[in-house]
Structures are given as structure tokens and as C-alpha cells.
């Protein structure tokens, strides 16, 4: 779990400083150290994997981590989630919000900074039997790997079904290749739901080699593969020197020796799928590709036989409670507010994306008010 989370993070942050830097103001170096070090956290975590269940000291200091990691997410995913209402807001409350984040940041600095001091003890020390076996990981180029959601699990409702099938599709059936879709317009939650599958323990536990990718409208192939080989921890420097042909091969022949999962996230042309399938060889080993798409063709296109999975809206119940979520403490709303906040929740119409924004502007006018 902790890998995860950190994994998610760093890529995460890397979106930020590429694609919302005009956001970060204020905050821009904060964020780049905040990169810096938690790509040392990942490769501890990654060399310490084998020592966790033997050494206390390294499973705190692996959970000090993972706790460091989640409060980042959080000030980081106010970032994402509401870069289009930064966009509208006045230059005045702009000011106050990166204000917000850079105390926030500031803090979370402070915990990794003494998180780190650790971390350093235990690779100069060599205790523990833990030795840095990603020397010069972080001085890499690391490939430029776009967006990858981060998804507050405990605030992701309505999924359980949802999810259940996208487990069954996944582990399930036929020991050949499938392409399974999910599809729906956009702010439905079809990256949420992928995540929220990927995650799962069951499913790390099934598939021995995992990766995610961001595709959207504009993608490098190389990147692509690049990015993928990055999330097997299987990048080397040559790497970087091939073309993307080159790349393409060296992916598929690592692929085929296990069972494997990659999730292509937000496709957005059958161009694109074309253009990315020959890296994903078919060995009947129950592998699987889980794409997301706004484009019901794409997915068929991918697979022609399977039927992709349409997601749903949300309830008025569903959204009533994603709502309280974001916006009451503990979920729970004061008893005068229940009704405006159920006829606002219905006003969505279900979609996640307008709910999260809703709520996002809601907080900001009670903070406002304060
Ligand atoms: N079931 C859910 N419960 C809670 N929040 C959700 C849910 N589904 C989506 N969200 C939230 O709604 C927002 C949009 O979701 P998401 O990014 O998954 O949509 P998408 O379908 O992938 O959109 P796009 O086509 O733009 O990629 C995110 O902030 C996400 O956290
Ligand atoms: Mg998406």
C-alpha cells in the first residue's frame, strides 16, 4: 500500500509541475523538493521491502511514510481537482489559497525531513541488511509520465458493484489477452473506478507485473512505454536512447515472461490504440489491459468481441453522500442544511466531477466566511 501511495504521489506532482505549473505560484520549489525527496521514500521503500515483516523499526517507518504521503496527496489533490476553479478565481483570494498551501507544504516538509534523517541513518548504517540498491535513481531522467489520478478511497462511493465486476473481468475467463473497457463522458469516474480496481489487494496480489499509464489526446509513444517500464521498475538508461519501435519490443518481451496488468488511461482515438498495442504481447497467461475512454468506438475497436463496461451515474442517495463527504467533517450534516444539500446534490445529475466542484466551491465560501 505504502508503494502505492508514494508511486501515485511522485507521478502525481510530476503532472503538476508539467501541465499546472501556472498554478503554483508561490509554491513551485516546494513541490519540486517535496518530488525530490519522496523519490528517495520510494526507493527505501523499495529496498526495504523484505525487511518489513522482520524489523518493527522498519515497518513504522514505512507507515510514518505512507502517512507523510497521504497528507501530501491531500494538498495536492485540492490542486488537481480544483484547477478550473483557480483559473475564474480573483488574483486576491488566489493569493490566499497558495497561501494555504504553502504552510500546508511547509509541514508536510518538516515530517519528511525528519522521516529522511531515518531513512539516511538506515542506508549509512547499512542497518537492517537494507543497502541502497537505487544509487543514483533520483539524479535519473525519469520518464515524463502525465497524469495518474489520485483517488481519497475513503471518499469513493457507489464503486462496490462497479468494482466487483471490474475484478471478475480481470481475474476471470479466458487465460488469453483481454481488453476491457470502461466507458462514460467525462467527470464520471472512470479513472476513479480503474484506480480504485488496481489497487486492490486481490488484484496486486494476481497480477505479478502491474502499470498505469496516462494517455489523453496528446501522448509521445516512447513516453508511453517509457512510463510503463518505469511503473515495472524495469528502466534502465539505455532505455532513453531507443526509438520507440526499439522500446516497444524490449516492453513486450518483459511482459511475456508473467502474467500482466496496464492500465491505459483516457484513450482517446483508435489511432492511439493502434499505435500502442504492439507492445502488449498475448500469453495466455490471463493478462489483462484495462482501458478508460470517453469513446464507446475506441472500445470497441479494441475489442471487438467483449462488450466495455458503461458506467453508470451516481444516485441522488449516491451523490447526496459523496457530497457530505467533501463537505462535513466525519461526513455527517448539520440537520438545517440537510435539505438544500440533497436538492444541490440532485442538481449534479449524478456526476462526480460536478459534485467534487460543488463541494470545492462550497468549503471555499464557508472558509470565506470564517
Ligand atoms: N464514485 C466516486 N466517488 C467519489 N468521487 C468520485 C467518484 N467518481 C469520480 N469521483 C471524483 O470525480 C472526479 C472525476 O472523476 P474521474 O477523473 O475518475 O473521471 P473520468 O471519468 O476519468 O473523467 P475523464 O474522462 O475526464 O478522464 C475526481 O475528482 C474523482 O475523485
Ligand atoms: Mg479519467
Redesign the pocket.
Same mark, same amino acid.
Given at each position: 500500500m505504502a508503494d502505492a501511495v508514494v508511486e501515485f504521489l511522485l507521478l502525481n506532482l510530476k503532472q503538476l509541475l508539467l501541465y499546472h505549473v501556472d498554478l503554483l505560484s508561490g509554491v513551485k520549489d516546494q513541490v519540486e523538493s517535496l518530488h525530490r525527496e519522496l523519490s528517495l521514500m520510494k526507493a527505501f521503500l523499495k529496498d526495504s521491502r523484505e525487511k518489513r515483516s522482520e524489523y518493527e523499526y522498519v515497518r513504522e517507518l514505512v507507515s510514518q511514510i505512507t502517512v507523510v504521503a497521504y497528507e501530501a496527496e491531500d494538498i495536492i489533490d485540492t490542486f488537481v !481537482?480544483n484547477a478550473a476553479m483557480q483559473k475564474a478565481r480573483s488574483t486576491v483570494r488566489r493569493a490566499f489559497h497558495v497561501f494555504d498551501h504553502s504552510s500546508m507544504l511547509r509541514n508536510v516538509a518538516k515530517e519528511i525531513e525528519s522521516i529522511k534523517v531515518k531513512v539516511k541513518e538506515i542506508y549509512d548504517k547499512k542497518m537492517f541488511g537494507i543497502q541502497n540498491l537505487h544509487d543514483g535513481e533520483s539524479s535519473r531522467r525519469s520518464p515524463p509520465l502525465k497524469r495518474v489520478?489520485i483517488?481519497?478511497e475513503e471518499?469513493?462511493? =457507489?464503486?462496490d458493484e462497479e468494482a466487483k465486476t471490474m475484478r471478475s473481468l480481470l481475474t476471470n475467463g479466458s487465460e488469453e489477452l483481454q481488453i476491457i473497457s470502461i466507458v =462514460?463522458?467525462? =467527470?464520471? =469516474?472512470? !479513472? !476513479?473506478?480503474a484506480k480504485e480496481v488496481y489497487t486492490d489487494p486481490s488484484i496486486e496480489y494476481h497480477f505479478y507485473n502491474r502499470a498505469w499509464i496516462y494517455v489523453s489526446q496528446q501522448y509521445s509513444r516512447k513516453e508511453v512505454f517509457l512510463g510503463i517500464l518505469d511503473s515495472l521498475s524495469l528502466i534502465t538508461d539505455e532505455m532513453y536512447k531507443m526509438n520507440d519501435e526499439k522500446l516497444a519490443i524490449e516492453l513486450s518481451s518483459h511482459l511475456r515472461s508473467k502474467r500482466y496488468l496496464v492500465v491505459i488511461?483516457?484513450v482517446w482515438t483508435m489511432e492511439a490504440w493502434d499505435d500502442l498495442k504492439m507492445a502488449f504481447p498475448n500469453t495466455a497467461s490471463g493478462s489483462r489491459i484495462l482501458l !478508460?475512454t470517453?469513446n464507446r468506438d475506441v472500445a470497441s475497436y479494441a475489442n471487438p468481441e467483449g462488450s466495455p463496461h458503461h458506467?453508470r451515474f451516481?444516485t441522488n442517495e449516491?451523490s447526496w453522500e459523496?457530497l457530505s463527504k467533501k463537505v462535513f467533517r466525519k461526513g455527517i450534516c448539520p440537520l438545517e442544511l440537510e435539505d438544500i444539500g440533497l436538492q444541490i446534490a440532485k442538481k449534479c445529475y449524478g456526476l462526480?466531477?460536478a459534485?467534487?466542484v460543488v463541494s470545492g466551491l462550497l468549503l471555499k465560501k464557508e472558509k470565506t466566511r470564517d
Amino acid at each position: 500500500m505504502a508503494d502505492a501511495v508514494v508511486e501515485f504521489l511522485l507521478l502525481n506532482l510530476k503532472q503538476l509541475l508539467l501541465y499546472h505549473v501556472d498554478l503554483l505560484s508561490g509554491v513551485k520549489d516546494q513541490v519540486e523538493s517535496l518530488h525530490r525527496e519522496l523519490s528517495l521514500m520510494k526507493a527505501f521503500l523499495k529496498d526495504s521491502r523484505e525487511k518489513r515483516s522482520e524489523y518493527e523499526y522498519v515497518r513504522e517507518l514505512v507507515s510514518q511514510i505512507t502517512v507523510v504521503a497521504y497528507e501530501a496527496e491531500d494538498i495536492i489533490d485540492t490542486f488537481v !481537482t480544483n484547477a478550473a476553479m483557480q483559473k475564474a478565481r480573483s488574483t486576491v483570494r488566489r493569493a490566499f489559497h497558495v497561501f494555504d498551501h504553502s504552510s500546508m507544504l511547509r509541514n508536510v516538509a518538516k515530517e519528511i525531513e525528519s522521516i529522511k534523517v531515518k531513512v539516511k541513518e538506515i542506508y549509512d548504517k547499512k542497518m537492517f541488511g537494507i543497502q541502497n540498491l537505487h544509487d543514483g535513481e533520483s539524479s535519473r531522467r525519469s520518464p515524463p509520465l502525465k497524469r495518474v489520478p489520485i483517488v481519497e478511497e475513503e471518499n469513493v462511493v =457507489g464503486f462496490d458493484e462497479e468494482a466487483k465486476t471490474m475484478r471478475s473481468l480481470l481475474t476471470n475467463g479466458s487465460e488469453e489477452l483481454q481488453i476491457i473497457s470502461i466507458v =462514460g463522458m467525462g =467527470g464520471l =469516474g472512470k !479513472t !476513479t473506478l480503474a484506480k480504485e480496481v488496481y489497487t486492490d489487494p486481490s488484484i496486486e496480489y494476481h497480477f505479478y507485473n502491474r502499470a498505469w499509464i496516462y494517455v489523453s489526446q496528446q501522448y509521445s509513444r516512447k513516453e508511453v512505454f517509457l512510463g510503463i517500464l518505469d511503473s515495472l521498475s524495469l528502466i534502465t538508461d539505455e532505455m532513453y536512447k531507443m526509438n520507440d519501435e526499439k522500446l516497444a519490443i524490449e516492453l513486450s518481451s518483459h511482459l511475456r515472461s508473467k502474467r500482466y496488468l496496464v492500465v491505459i488511461d483516457d484513450v482517446w482515438t483508435m489511432e492511439a490504440w493502434d499505435d500502442l498495442k504492439m507492445a502488449f504481447p498475448n500469453t495466455a497467461s490471463g493478462s489483462r489491459i484495462l482501458l !478508460t475512454t470517453r469513446n464507446r468506438d475506441v472500445a470497441s475497436y479494441a475489442n471487438p468481441e467483449g462488450s466495455p463496461h458503461h458506467l453508470r451515474f451516481l444516485t441522488n442517495e449516491e451523490s447526496w453522500e459523496l457530497l457530505s463527504k467533501k463537505v462535513f467533517r466525519k461526513g455527517i450534516c448539520p440537520l438545517e442544511l440537510e435539505d438544500i444539500g440533497l436538492q444541490i446534490a440532485k442538481k449534479c445529475y449524478g456526476l462526480p466531477l460536478a459534485i467534487v466542484v460543488v463541494s470545492g466551491l462550497l468549503l471555499k465560501k464557508e472558509k470565506t466566511r470564517d
